[in-house]
Nanobody
Framework: QVHVVESGGGLVQAGGSLRLSCAAS????????MAWFREAPGKDREFVAD????????YYRDSVKGRFTISRDNAKNMVYLQMNSLKPEDTAVYLC??????????WGQGTQVTVSS
């Protein structure tokens, strides 16, 4: 199993920045990719960004391209989400996800991000 724990959420004004962190532990050698998702009140969980563990390929949902950056530190088993130019519509619980080589997914508890207008 892989365990992931998020940190770094908080309250920020529109236009501000936050950096989320996700720490992975357990069978980290089996990780294929890690991703960030988010859940806003009354909305379905949605994909935000992901990064492959071996070759650093990144993917983003259109609404965050140019504002958010996902990165990883394999030596520390960490993944980060740098969020700039935040908007009120970015308000959500942000969840870290790890996918292993056989397609199993592991989720953290989430961290709240609130962007005030």
């Amino acid at each position: 199993q892989v365990h992931v724990v998020e940190s770094g959420g908080g309250l920020v004004q529109a236009g501000g920045s936050l950096r989320l962190s996700c720490a992975a532990s357990g069978r980290t050698f089996s990780i294929y990719s890690m991703a960030w998702f988010r859940e806003a009140p009354g909305k379905d969980r949605e994909f935000v960004a992901d990064i492959t563990w071996s070759d650093n390929n990144t993917y983003y949902r259109d609404s965050v391209k140019g504002r958010f950056t996902i990165s990883r530190d394999n030596a520390k088993n960490m993944v980060y989400l740098q969020m700039n130019s935040l908007k009120p519509e970015d308000t959500a619980v942000y969840l870290c996800n790890a996918e292993d080589q056989i397609g199993e997914h592991y989720w953290g508890q989430g961290t709240q991000v609130t962007v005030s207008s």
